[in-house]
């Protein structure tokens, strides 16, 4: 097991040069309310090798996982406005959890500080081939008019209650007039297990679970959940394909957002930018998170990242009450 905390470095990259720019600065804390191996430790973990070689800043990574997300926002809030102390969150704690939490215990806009953007990644549509054989799903529109014919439905896996799969499927079944339930798991590897089992009939699920299955066969990839199609996988529809299904606006995105504490200097915040543009530029890098089928996003200045999350708002506010998922 990794363990909870873990200073990114490498003899390589400790003697490097450039490292004596930042000799004697003290190491940032990027918290992430993820375990080890989750999705925001992938990405904070991919970043802090790349901002020590470009810059020769070191980043402790900080697993603060539990109570969806809260442990870790709450640690981030209390910190120091240095910006020595920050977080990598997701979209969905800055729009769906406030949406869905009956008490949210924090005001985000008024107790973090979004920063900047760093890496989005959208959820992929799979299914069995023996079930897209079996009823004739040749692709996802195949799919989906099979599931508004009557008697017929189709049961998504989901890995968590209010999730972006849960959110989605909700979505698409309403605005489609298909049959299509929400079964919600405790995490993607059970929904995983039943999809190969064929105990459910699809997954909607981030990507580093579902494509090793897909590249082997296992799984037929029918469409991805943002409107456009990805670089890295062309032949995969995205939502804006399938106008005539009514979710041609259907854009899901699960961007990830680098959040300091209220009160941040500006001076601080420019410097994390500057740290996360350098390290974006890091060779090997794209390539690297592409393999986790997530995408880089460029810096946005902290206003801007501000104004699209506020944007954001409307739309993730009409999935969830599509969805009409709660968080007791």
């Known amino acids: 097991m990794l363990p909870r905390r873990l200073v990114l470095a490498t003899?390589?990259?400790?003697?490097?040069?450039?490292l004596s720019r930042a000799q004697g600065a003290r190491p940032i804390r990027l918290i992430v309310p993820n375990p080890p191996g989750g999705q925001s430790d992938t990405i904070a973990r991919l970043y802090a090798e790349a901002m020590q070689a470009t810059a020769g800043q070191a980043v402790v990574v900080d697993n603060r996982s539990g109570a969806n997300g809260l442990i870790a926002m709450d640690a981030v809030s209390k910190s120091a406005p240095d910006g020595t102390t920050v977080g990598l969150f997701s979209i969905a704690l800055f729009t769906t959890l406030p949406m869905m939490m009956?008490?949210?215990?924090?005001?985000v806009d008024r107790d973090l500080t979004a920063v900047t953007s760093?890496?989005?990644?959208?959820?992929?549509?799979?299914?069995?081939?023996?079930?897209?054989?079996?009823?004739g799903w040749t692709d996802f529109r195949a799919m989906v008019d099979w599931a508004k014919r009557p008697g017929n439905g189709l049961t998504n896996g989901a890995a968590s209650s209010g999730g972006a799969s849960h959110l989605l499927v909700a979505t698409i079944a309403k605005r489609s007039g298909a049959d299509m339930t929400v079964v919600p798991y405790r995490g993607g590897a059970p929904a995983l297990n039943d999809l190969l089992a064929g105990s459910i009939d699809m997954c909607f699920d981030f990507m580093p679970a579902l494509m090793p299955h897909v590249q082997t066969g296992r799984l037929r990839a029918l469409a991805v959940g943002s409107r456009e199609r990805l670089p890295f996988l062309p032949e995969v529809p995205g939502m804006g394909d399938f106008p005539d299904l009514g979710i041609v606006d259907v854009d899901l995105q699960s961007w990830n957002i680098v959040t300091g504490p209220p009160g941040m200097p500006a001076e601080a915040q420019a410097r994390l930018v500057a740290l996360v543009r350098g390290a974006g530029a890091y060779p090997g890098l794209e390539d690297r998170l592409r393999t986790h089928g997530l995408l880089a996003m460029p810096p946005l200045e902290p206003?801007?990242?501000?104004?699209?999350?506020?944007?954001?708002?409307?739309?993730?506010?009409?999935?969830?009450?599509?969805?009409?998922?709660?968080?007791?």
């Not at 009956?102 to 005001?107: E, F």
């Not at 990644?121 to 079930?131: F, G, I, K």
């Not at 699209?308 to 709660?326: L, N, T």
């Open 102 to 107: 009956a008490r949210m215990p924090l005001d």
């Open 303 to 328: 206003a801007a990242v501000r104004a699209r999350i506020q944007a954001e708002r409307p739309r993730w506010r009409e999935m969830v009450e599509i969805s009409g998922a709660r968080i007791e």
């Open 11 to 18: 003899p390589s990259l400790l003697a490097a040069p450039r």
């Open 118 to 135: 760093m890496v989005t990644s959208t959820v992929l549509c799979a299914v069995t081939e023996h079930r897209a054989r079996e009823r």
